[in-house]
């Protein structure tokens, strides 16, 4: 669970790289911004995640907990390519172009080979700015600080309800770079902080070596993990009751040829644009899931539930608080 949470967190902000995007007014950032500036403010730190190159350390803290990685991060136009290398827990080197997506483990000498799809800051920033975010989060600016030696301005999004947690932002005064995030919860105590240690921006990286490292197998067994996209509707799923702000981002069944597994987890993703939430669905097992009844989890900002329905195994995974996964998993029911 440590292992499969640090990567998560940490693959939030392998999207990023430097950018010379125009600065939002200083004005804009106010307690109670419009709702055109926020969603401009968070398209800005989407935009600076996929316009040059650069190279740093990236660590992540979750209580006492922490892992750490290196990254090189290549933008060629609209292609990106990066190598993240772990600096702890399992070694391992991941390669992401665009969404082809490949682990190497070089003591099993095996690499996993998948999909995923472009992840920036936050899930629901693609290509436009969401004004509805405003209407979940306002934002509040703080005092510029140095984070890795280079000058950033400080923001706080502070949710307007209490289904979700609150962050706060520090980003490259230039650029629009996100150099570091914490999650917050109601009491304003960290849960959780992403930052990089240290940062080179727009330094003067190969694509095409780091293309042909990506490419080289040669000694390594190649499995697939395939992901097929679907709808919670298609499989028979809804929820009676939506948290205010969510939406589906994707839905999908996972074919995974790793463990010749013949049927996976059904995954249903929702986000309100920051945070989102995972709900993973699979026929009821007594031999694993007996002993699971009504678990509930946290780690840093991630929380989880799970629950059995009937036949299924339910088990909602998302950085919310443990009320809004409770909603969730008591909202979903089977179509009739």
């Not at 693609?126 to 975010?133: F, G, K, M, P, Y």
């Not at 709900?279 to 509930?296: C, G, K, N, T």
């Amino acid at each position: 669970m440590l292992l499969r949470v640090c990567c998560g967190v940490l693959a939030i902000l392998f999207g990023q790289s430097y950018a010379q995007v125009p600065s939002i007014p200083v004005d804009l950032i106010t307690q109670h911004v419009a709702q055109p500036h926020i969603a401009q403010w968070l398209l800005r730190l989407h935009q600076s995640s996929q316009q040059q190159s650069y190279v740093g350390t990236f660590e992540v803290t979750a209580g006492q907990a922490k892992s750490a990685a290196r990254i090189w991060h290549v933008c060629e136009g609209t292609q990106q390519i990066e190598r993240v290398d772990a600096l702890s827990g399992i070694p391992r080197t991941t390669f992401r172009r665009n969404d082809q997506v490949m682990t190497y483990f070089p003591e099993d000498r095996v690499v996993v080979a998948e999909k995923r799809a472009s992840l920036g800051i936050f899930t629901n920033l693609i290509n436009r700015a969401d004004v509805s975010i405003a209407r979940f989060y306002q934002l509040q600016a703080s005092e510029g600080e140095l984070v890795a030696g280079l000058r950033a301005d400080v923001v706080e999004l502070l949710p307007r309800d209490h289904w979700r947690f609150s962050y706060r932002v520090w980003t490259e005064q230039i650029s629009g770079l996100v150099l570091k995030l914490q999650t917050l919860d109601s009491e304003k105590r960290v849960l959780e902080q992403a930052a990089f240690s240290d940062l080179q921006l727009a330094q003067p990286l190969s694509w095409g070596k780091l293309n042909a490292m990506m490419g080289n197998t040669a000694g390594f067994v190649v499995k697939q993990t395939e992901l097929i996209s679907t709808t919670a509707d298609k499989e028979g799923w809804r929820l009676k009751t939506m948290v205010p702000g969510f939406k589906t981002m994707s839905c999908v069944k996972r074919q995974d040829h790793v463990k010749g597994i013949k049927a996976s987890p059904l995954q249903w993703v929702l986000s309100d644009g920051l945070a989102s939430v995972s709900l993973f669905i699979e026929p009821y097992d007594a031999a694993r899931h007996a002993q699971q009844s009504h678990d509930q989890m946290a780690f840093g900002a991630t929380h989880m539930q799970s629950r059995r329905l009937g036949h299924w195994w339910l088990t909602v995974v998302g950085e919310v608080p443990q009320h809004t996964l409770q909603m969730l998993a008591q909202s979903l029911e089977r179509k009739k």
